[in-house]
């Protein structure tokens, strides 16, 4: 089936720093991304919807200047954390859909464990 | 606004003995609903989907989930449970706007030998 992997699967760092995480839909194209955070034993919690070629869609509450989402090409999706504080402590997702309309398959990533020292 | 409810933070169920996991939903049309299975370090896998149609849905690794209106419930069963079943599984349904999925809180499942 089709596979969406994230880089990197963990990552530890320092605070006041900035971390990027990669979402690579491997054998599929898709338009639409979606990034997700986990707290432990909670339940995934939708970020923003990014969108190839354009802005991402935050969700409300999320701020989209500490979270860069950028969607360059069908392939590639990237969340950067600014500015990065224990706070910000959390298992980031991914999630691509695959063929077209809005029930098309969705796949997830791995996901990636951010620890902010 | 939409939402799914997990009653059940944690369950134990015996290797062998068969699994329910609760599902409620809260939507207002025809829902579009998932189960999901997160193991450990491990992503999310799909498990069955309902789009519409017959309301008992077949999965893979042995598990269904049957959809009922009535009780907006989407509950997922298995008659014979495996240790290998034991990990998080999640109910999830496709937002109002088609896009993106709303996930319950997520069951624990674990399996005694």
């Known amino acids: 089936g089709a596979v969406v992997s994230q880089h990197p699967s963990w990552v530890i760092c320092k605070s006041g720093t900035s971390v990027k995480i990669e979402c690579r839909s491997l054998?599929?194209?898709?338009?639409?991304m979606f990034w997700y955070r986990q707290f432990p034993k909670q339940s995934l919690m939708l970020m923003a919807t990014s969108n190839e070629g354009s802005k991402a869609t935050y969700e409300q509450g999320v701020e989209k200047d500490k979270f860069l989402i950028n969607h360059a090409s069908l392939t590639l999706s990237t969340l950067t954390v600014t500015s990065a504080h224990p706070e910000d402590s959390s298992f980031y997702i991914c999630?691509?859909?695959?063929?077209?309309?809005?029930?098309?398959?969705?796949?997830f990533g791995e996901g990636s464990r951010l620890t902010v020292l | 606004a939409q939402s799914v409810t997990q009653p059940d933070i944690h369950i134990t169920v015996s290797e062998g003995a068969s699994l329910e996991l609760r599902c409620n939903y809260s939507y207002g049309a025809t829902p579009y609903l998932f189960w999901y299975v997160q193991s450990p370090g491990q992503g999310l896998q799909l498990l069955l989907k309902y789009f519409s149609g017959d309301t008992l849905v077949q999965g893979i690794k042995g598990f269904e989930a049957e959809f009922k209106r009535s009780q907006s419930s989407f509950n997922l069963r298995k008659p014979s449970v495996h240790w290998s079943d034991a990990a998080e599984y999640f109910c999830a349904v496709l937002n109002q706007a088609g896009t993106a999925l709303i996930f319950g809180k997520g069951t624990t499942l674990s399996v005694s030998s």
């Open positions: 054998d599929f194209q898709a338009t639409t």
């Open positions: 999630s691509a859909r695959s063929g077209t309309g809005n029930t098309g398959e969705l796949f």
